[in-house]
């Protein structure tokens, strides 16, 4: 399970930077 939280943390802050960038 420790994969899928840091995936999901991964697609969080990849998310908010990418809306940021956008």
């Not at 840091?6 to 697609?11: G, Y």
């Amino acid at each position: 399970m420790e994969g899928q939280t840091a995936r999901n943390a991964r697609t969080s802050w990849l998310g908010s930077r990418n809306h940021a960038a956008r």
